[in-house]
């Protein structure tokens, strides 16, 4: 004889416990009652449950360790927390400690408190399944190009997040550079019961204070030399929706001090404004830095972390998640290949080989532009390895100097670039350096030019991301370590080259 689900009370007030006996005994569920820690840890080990509601607070337990024994002893039992209003911080961090959800006492609707049970219990029927393909967030993620993939790490992450998308409270997402952010953001809106009402977006380290405080609030006519009109700025736009600040900790101070107010408030002023504006948005901040370590400087507000991080997702790496790129690949297929030009090539095995064993510093991104770039120069039905960057097919050239046993005609002007050892040149003049840098440049797009002609990829093109880190280094090498004027000849600000230098783990003495 198939067992009636269980469904296990803990709560030390007693009329909790009848109400829950009446409403669901009817239902035919097994009820199992705890008023206490002790009476719950008995009832666990002598049955098995399919759902427990856990009251936060007890008498002689803690609800975060009860739901972490329940979840040890008892890991297909989807747990429930329950709590007041001032709990409610916690309530959420149970989530993220394997809660199903949680819900807020006093239980006004009661046919809400029916519907949740009955979403743990399938839910809790349902996990776990092998090969299991669909989840209840895959029709959102699939609306909004969103990719979860298959590793364990990304479902866990987006459970959480469709959970806490239906709660009208703050999320922050941290995570390296092109790990999909954003999109995530995206995600927890389309779950959200703000999925009608405008979701905005905005790079908080894109724009100068100046600019990026006019963006947020909006601007009166007149407040500045070339306002000619009154404007609206995103917290206005977005009022009702979901506002995404991207790159939060370069915010400056004073933009702080403003998202603060408005945090607490509900209300702001326009640039050169007197009259307040009250918005009603939900806020989504995303990070690549370690916004407790800014806080730790003095770089960022601590009060405005603690409005910030709520609730707070932790996207991993794309090299955390090599079995979803395979996924990656066809999604981007999808998206970059022009379905006039014929049926879309397919990723030869060792191509897709090539793409398992990289390390993937620009994460998805970089990975987006790896499968654009191999389409562009693909002129067959199959990407080969010879179509990705050096850098990803391992055909980057070995540091080393080749023997150069004679010189092509023509070339004479170059010998000195392809016969000096570096050790020499301390003993050149300036001219002579000088001379040798312009002849090593015109070498360096000479050899572009040639490669791009005779169809050789091995090399080059490189990414933005490459980019970026070679100018860092080499300016930082050129100032010997100097941040400040570094930071000045790149044209962007120490906590910018800082935590620039920190994603391409480029070490600055000192630091």
């Not at 990705?388 to 010189?407: F, T």
């Amino acid at each position: 004889m198939v067992s009636a689900p269980g469904i296990l009370i803990i709560d030390d007030e007693q009329p909790v416990g009848k109400f829950f006996t009446r409403l669901l005994r009817t239902k035919g569920y097994r009820i199992g009652v705890a008023g206490s820690g002790a009476q719950a840890h008995e009832l666990i080990a002598r049955e098995n449950y399919d759902v427990a509601m856990v009251d936060l607070k007890l008498p002689d337990a803690d609800g975060l360790s009860l739901l972490q024994h329940i979840k040890s002893v008892q890991p297909q039992c989807e747990v429930i927390i329950m709590t007041g209003y001032s709990t409610t911080r916690t309530a959420v961090k149970a989530i993220q400690f394997g809660a199903f959800d949680y819900i807020e006492k006093p239980f006004d609707d009661i046919a809400l408190v029916e519907q949740l049970i009955e979403k743990a219990m399938l839910f809790g029927k349902t996990t776990g399944q092998p090969g299991r393909s669909s989840y209840s967030w895959s029709e959102v993620a699939e609306q909004i190009g969103f990719q979860v993939g298959k590793t364990p790490q990304m479902i866990k992450l987006v459970n959480i997040a469709e959970r806490i998308a239906t709660k009208d409270i703050n999320v922050l997402i941290h995570g390296e550079t092109g790990t999909g952010k954003e999109v995530l953001a995206r995600f927890i809106h389309a779950a959200s019961h703000r999925r009608d009402k405008p979701f905005l977006a905005i790079n908080c380290g894109a724009l100068p204070e100046n600019l990026l405080e006019s963006e947020l609030f909006g601007h009166e006519k007149g407040s500045f030399t070339g306002a000619s009109v009154q404007r609206k700025g995103i917290f206005e736009l977005a009022n009702n929706g979901t506002l995404f600040l991207d790159e939060i900790g370069e915010a400056s101070l004073a933009i702080q001090v403003k998202l603060l107010r408005v945090l607490e408030t509900g209300e702001f002023l326009r640039v050169g404004g007197e009259k307040p504006v009250k918005t009603n948005v939900r806020i989504i901040a995303a990070t690549n830095v370690d916004l407790e370590e800014a806080v730790s400087q003095k770089h960022f507000r601590e009060d405005l972390f603690y409005r910030l991080d709520v609730v707070r997702l932790e996207l991993p790496p794309l090299r955390e998640r090599k079995e979803d790129i395979p996924q990656f690949v066809e999604h981007f297929i999808h998206r970059f290949w022009d379905k006039n030009a014929g049926p879309a090539p397919t990723f030869s095995p060792s191509c897709l080989e090539a793409l398992l064993n990289y390390h993937w510093p620009g994460n998805i991104r970089e990975l987006a532009n790896a499968v654009e770039q191999a389409l562009a120069l693909c002129d067959g039905s199959m990407v080969l390895p010879e179509h990705l960057s050096g850098k990803i097919n391992g055909q980057l050239l070995q540091a080393g100097r080749p023997e150069m046993r004679e010189l092509p005609k023509g070339s004479e002007d170059f010998s000195p670039v392809l016969t000096i050892e570096p050790e020499h040149l301390e003993q050149l003049d300036e001219e002579s350096l000088l001379n040798l840098y312009r002849k090593v440049q015109t070498l360096y797009r000479a050899l572009h030019r040639t490669m791009g002609k005779k169809g050789i990829t091995a090399v080059f093109p490189i990414s933005m991301q490459e980019m970026e880190a070679r100018a860092i280094e080499e300016t930082l090498e050129f100032f010997n370590g100097n941040v400040s004027m570094s930071a000045r000849a790149l044209g962007i600000g120490r906590n910018t080259l800082y935590r620039k230098a920190k994603e391409y783990n480029i070490h600055i003495s000192g630091s």
